[in-house]
């Protein structure tokens, strides 16, 4: 296949109706938040104002763990302030979920943490984002990134087995003196709310476009069903929605020849993601090159790097005289992904507000792809005409598990 076929298979259709697209997204909400346990999922109650957290808790310092896809970052930060202390970046090589994966990492956690405190004496209260969807009892539901995990940590709680973790390493390293304190398991585009919310001050939508990709926004509690309402609700109330938007879009997104990414059996179907994530969007490319016989025969990984150096025109003789196709290639793979993401966004407005969106918004979000793919940043600007603007929360996993940890401090000892 030469390259003007393959710049025709990733163009958009001038005759895509974007408006169409949100409301099959609204109307995919709604039956989701029905009928989903894998999707639209409640994440806890958000209060009308947060309170001032000086006084709260005697703990002056809070443990935050960020189970991502590749990476596992952790932090120590200081819980009057909510400003990092010192952070610790573990690099994840398995890609099976089991107590193994979780005892390594909470070694790797724990002596860093020890290589801070040394001998002296302290008690951390612990907060944890987790990338992976769970369900109100806090057990995971599906995996994605792929990953895969077995039967010893089905149908037990995150929380449980992060704490076991804890328990084994610190029995096993007497010379560790700090205690912990679990406080609570969240999902990691809840912390991005949190963040978002508390620090910034910014709106109920934020969204998650690293590896994968996510959106987590509030609803009044009438739109929640009975089945998922969080305990302790008040009418008035607004519910956390974690939405595993990657889900979206079975059946009205299309899907090209080389965007079919779902090829195990026990992987989840997830359109959205296949088409506008970081960790797919170079599949697509390295599809279409291979099927194209242009695929270069130097080892190169495929991966969110690579799509922001080909459209920054960094190391181009990577592809030598290939080049600016290739190049423009990845702009239409891109152009694609933001007009979805820009459906997607008008869909969830739709869906919470009974409307369009109606004045300029600004979405919160994180994601190192989004992040450094300056022009995605610039098309999704750019698609919505100004009506969305985005603005980057640092650090917003590991501050948004401290903030869960203040807010909500439900401790399990250690």
Same mark, same amino acid.
């Given at each position: 296949m030469d390259f003007k076929l393959l710049l025709q298979e990733f163009k958009v259709s001038e005759d895509l109706d974007v408006d169409k697209l949100s409301r099959l997204v609204s109307r995919e909400l709604g039956i989701r938040l029905i009928n989903s346990s894998t999707s639209m999922l409640t994440s806890g109650i958000i209060p009308g104002s947060f309170k001032d957290t000086k006084d709260r808790g005697n703990n002056h310092y809070i443990l935050a763990i960020d189970f991502g896809g590749t990476t596992c970052k952790s932090a120590i930060i200081s819980r009057h302030e909510f400003k990092i202390v010192d952070v610790h970046t573990f690099d994840v090589p398995f890609r099976v979920l089991d107590t193994f994966f979780f005892d390594t990492i909470i070694q790797s956690v724990c002596g860093w943490v020890y290589e801070y405190t @040394?001998?002296? !004496? #302290?008690?951390? &209260? /612990? @907060?944890i984002t987790f990338s992976f969807p769970l369900n109100s009892r806090n057990e995971i539901t599906t995996m994605g990134k792929g990953f895969t995990m077995t039967e010893e940590v089905c149908n037990i709680s995150? &929380?449980? !087995? $992060? &704490?076991r973790s804890f328990c084994h390493v610190l029995a096993r390293n007497k010379k560790y003196g700090f205690k912990v304190s679990l406080c609570g398991v969240i999902n990691d585009s809840v912390a991005v709310f949190l963040t978002n919310k508390v620090i910034y001050g910014n709106n109920d939508t934020v969204m998650i476009l690293g590896t994968g990709l996510n959106f987590c926004f509030t609803l009044p509690y009438e739109m929640i069903p009975k089945s998922k309402l969080p305990v302790n609700y008040r009418k008035g109330d607004w519910v956390l929605i974690n939405s595993e938007a990657g889900f979206l879009g079975s059946g009205y997104l299309p899907l090209g020849r080389f965007d079919q990414h779902h090829t195990e059996k026990s992987a989840p179907y997830m359109p959205l993601e296949y088409l506008a994530s970081g960790k797919w969007i170079p599949k697509s490319l390295e599809n279409a090159l291979c099927s194209s016989g242009k695929l270069?025969? =130097? *080892? $190169? /990984?495929? *991966? @969110?790097e690579l799509i922001c150096d080909i459209l920054d025109a960094i190391n181009r003789d990577l592809f030598g005289a290939d080049f600016e196709m290739i190049q423009e290639i990845t702009r239409l793979l891109i152009d694609r992904a933001a007009i979805y993401i820009y459906? /997607? $966004? =008008? @869909?969830?407005?739709? #869906?919470r507000d009974g409307h369009d969106i109606e004045k300029p918004i600004v979405i919160g979000f994180t994601g190192s792809f989004l992040h450094y793919c300056k022009y995605y940043y610039k098309k999704l600007l750019e698609v919505s005409g100004g009506m969305v603007r985005y603005n980057f929360l640092p650090d917003s996993n590991l501050l948004g598990a401290a903030i869960h940890t203040v807010y909500y401090p439900q401790e399990y000892q250690t």
């Open positions: @040394g001998d002296r !004496l #302290f008690h951390f &209260q /612990v @907060g995150v &929380q449980t !087995l $992060i &704490q270069p025969s =130097k *080892n $190169i /990984v495929f *991966n @969110g459906a /997607v $966004i =008008k @869909g969830i407005y739709r #869906f």
